[in-house]
């Protein structure tokens, strides 16, 4: 009967030490179920506050759209008459301008004599090129293209030499 206690005696405890190592084996995937989900959360909060910006940065970019045609017609209508009388014109032109450029409005610069860059330009036509050296280049830019803090709202519409 000795012989039997102490063999149950041995039983027990090696059942403990494997409830033990279990136990421990379970606390160690709890920390790590629980730093895993610490860091998900955390990449979560990061990538919502970076939508949240983009969002606040092209939040206008609707209105600012709507109203490229009108700042296009500012600009052909003071190409169109150069004289003293239309002071005005231009004086509201470059007021509306420098409004819009202060919500995040920029110009795309003038792209005559550059490669067509898809990125930025709108292909409209080709023509035959004046020179060898203007094949595949912009010829005329139609309508010019504009960014919204670094995102393109509207493709430069350009003339291209045939290669």
Same mark, same amino acid.
């Given at each position: 009967?000795?012989? $039997? #206690? @102490?063999?149950? $005696? &041995?039983? =027990? &405890?090696? @059942?403990? *030490? &494997?409830? +033990?190592?279990?136990?421990?084996?379970? %606390?160690?995937?709890? @920390?790590?179920?629980? /730093?895993?989900?610490?860091?998900?959360f955390e990449n979560f909060k990061k990538r919502t506050a970076k939508e949240r910006m983009d /969002?606040? $940065?092209?939040? !206008? =970019?609707?209105?600012?759209?709507?109203?490229?045609? *009108?700042?296009?017609?500012?600009?052909?209508?003071?190409?169109?008459?150069?004289?003293?009388?239309? =002071?005005?014109?231009? /004086? %509201?032109?470059?007021?509306?301008?420098? %409004?819009?450029?202060?919500? !995040? /409005?920029?110009?795309? +610069?003038?792209?005559? !004599?550059?490669?067509? #860059?898809?990125?930025?330009?709108?292909? %409209?036509? #080709?023509i035959p090129a004046p020179s060898d050296d203007m094949k595949g280049k912009i010829i005329d *830019?139609?309508?010019k293209g504009y960014f919204l803090n670094e995102k393109v709202i509207r493709y430069a519409k350009?003339?291209?030499? #045939?290669?």
């Open positions: 009967m000795a012989k $039997k #206690n @102490k063999k149950n $005696k &041995k039983e =027990e &405890k090696a @059942k403990e *030490v &494997k409830q +033990e190592l279990t136990a421990e084996e379970k %606390i160690a995937q709890l @920390k790590d179920k629980h /730093l895993r989900l610490f860091a998900e /969002l606040y $940065k092209t939040a !206008g =970019e609707s209105v600012l759209t709507a109203l490229l045609p *009108v700042l296009d017609d500012f600009e052909r209508s003071i190409k169109a008459s150069k004289n003293q009388e239309d =002071e005005g014109v231009a /004086l %509201i032109y470059n007021k509306l301008k420098s %409004i819009l450029e202060t919500k !995040g /409005l920029k110009a795309m +610069e003038d792209a005559v !004599g550059q490669e067509l #860059n898809t990125d930025y330009h709108e292909a %409209i036509t #080709n *830019v139609i309508e350009v003339v291209v030499a #045939n290669s």
